[in-house]
Nanobody, 116 residues
Framework: QVQLVESGGGLVQPGGSLRLSCAAS????????MAWYRQAPGKQREWVAS???????YYADSVKGRFTISRDNAKNTVYLQMNSLKPEDTAVYYC??????????WGQGTQVTVSS
């Protein structure tokens, strides 16, 4: 069974930084590009960033230049370094395989709140 455990969220002031981590079960991690998604209150879940098994990265325009996705294949872990955070980055952040749908298994997510 797929297991995804996100961590690292918290409350941060605008302009601050956070580093999110996601521990994924080997069955999903080893063969898939991985991604981060987020869901703000009252909004649909949206894609934030992806990283392929070979390390190629892709970002939504809203986070490009501020967020960095990375993965540690030995630890089955994917990270999201978030810098220059804005109030509009406030959301619950999730990780999953790239192109995951609502029918996939999802973790509990980690809350990121950007506020002064």
């Amino acid at each position: 069974q797929v297991q995804l455990v996100e961590s690292g969220g918290g409350l941060v002031q605008p302009g601050g930084s956070l580093r999110l981590s996601c521990a994924a079960s080997g069955s999903i991690f080893s063969i898939n590009a991985m991604a981060w998604y987020r869901q703000a209150p009252g909004k649909q879940r949206e894609w934030v960033a992806s990283i392929t098994t070979s390390g190629s990265t892709y970002y939504a325009d809203s986070v490009k230049g501020r967020f960095t996705i990375s993965r540690d294949n030995a630890k089955n872990t994917v990270y999201l370094q978030m810098n220059s955070l804005k109030p509009e980055d406030t959301a619950v952040y999730y990780c999953n395989r790239r192109l995951a749908t609502e029918n996939d298994n999802w973790g509990q997510g980690t809350q990121v709140t950007v506020s002064s």
